[in-house]
């Protein structure tokens, strides 16, 4: 298969024994990178063109929370628009965070942490990235982490999304629902919970999906966020589960141990410490990119071979 010259990639260092891999030059995407912002992490990057775009949560230096839109020729050297996205549409919004976009046949849809009296799912889409429609949100309050499926399930939109409360959310479950128009969502199912702290610490406190779901020949391959609550508060680590093709409620294996955990300097110093927290993915053929959010402070990407990842799934099940 001939590979994609433009995809952001790095080949493993020499001597590295992980399954993934950090781009040698983290982070990406500074703190600063447009001209109001205090902290720019927590964002979408999906194919477009000749090139990539990208939803981009930026909280400002008042710290309000949006997003907005971005393009790159490369996946790694960003144009940032400095005004956040405006939704046709006119829906309430107190704020926007935490970005998802996931294309489905031609349209691009993305969901985000919407503030409607406390936190729910926000769905809009875009056809071009540069006009943007704001729809009905998913669920009553209180959610987070909406990441739609790249295309339909047994004939439905499909929604990952993790239940919460209006605080920190010292808990939290991955759960799944179906919708037949993106409007109304139903038929929830729980997927997984976060472990017992025996059987593996990192992911004990709550777990959340995180970049949108790879479809493999072993199953919906789904990287996601765990959580561990320390004497030093919240630390945030990647794993990834396989998920059943056709009932993806049915967890076929996923991580004990970690992908990747706070250890760089980035990653462990910032807004929040101690984070590490996936929202997207690219492939290339075998190729995994994967931008995350560190310390919620910059954006970052870690690398590795989907072929990879799903056999470390399954030799390392919890």
């Known amino acids: 298969m001939k590979q994609n010259n433009n995809f952001p990639w790095q080949d493993r260092p020499a001597g590295c024994n992980e399954v993934m891999w950090r781009k040698s030059d983290n982070p990406v995407i500074d703190r600063y990178s447009i001209p109001t912002s205090n902290s720019i992490f927590n964002s979408a990057v999906v194919p477009f063109g000749d090139g990539y775009a990208g939803v981009f949560r930026c909280d400002n230096r008042a710290v309000q929370m949006n997003i907005f839109a971005g393009h790159s020729a490369d996946g790694v050297h960003w144009d940032i628009e400095h005004e956040p ?7 309430e919004s107190d704020y926007k965070y935490d970005p998802r976009v996931t294309r489905i046949d031609d349209r691009f849809w993305i969901t ?30 209180f959610n987070r982490n909406g990441v739609l499926f790249p295309e339909k399930i047994n004939g439905k939109y499909a929604m990952l999304s993790r239940p919460s409360d209006n605080g920190h959310t010292p808990f939290g479950d991955i759960w799944l629902s179906y919708s037949p128009d993106m409007v109304y969502w139903g038929e929830h199912r729980h997927v997984m919970s976060p472990s017992r702290f025996e059987d593996s610490a990192w992911q004990c406190t709550k777990v959340g999906a995180g970049a949108v779901p790879i479809r493999t020949s072993e199953g919906w391959l789904m990287f996601y966020h765990g959580v561990i609550t320390t004497c030093n508060g919240f630390r945030y680590s990647m794993g990834a589960a396989l998920l059943d093709l056709d009932d993806p409620s049915k967890v076929i294996a996923r991580t004990q141990p970690y992908l990747l955990a706070p250890a760089e300097m980035y990653e462990m110093t910032g807004d929040v410490p101690n984070v590490v927290f996936p929202c997207s993915a690219l492939t290339d053929g075998d190729r995994v990119a994967v931008y995350y959010g560190a310390a919620d402070t910059s954006v970052c990407l870690a690398f590795g071979y989907i072929s990879e990842i799903v056999e470390f799934i399954k030799r390392n099940s919890l």
């Open 85 to 91: 996205i405006h939704f046709e549409g006119n829906k």
């Open 112 to 141: 985000w942490c919407n503030g409607y009296h406390g936190p729910t799912i926000g769905i809009g889409y875009t056809d071009d990235f540069k006009t943007f429609v704001q729809c009905e949100n998913a669920f009553l309050p």
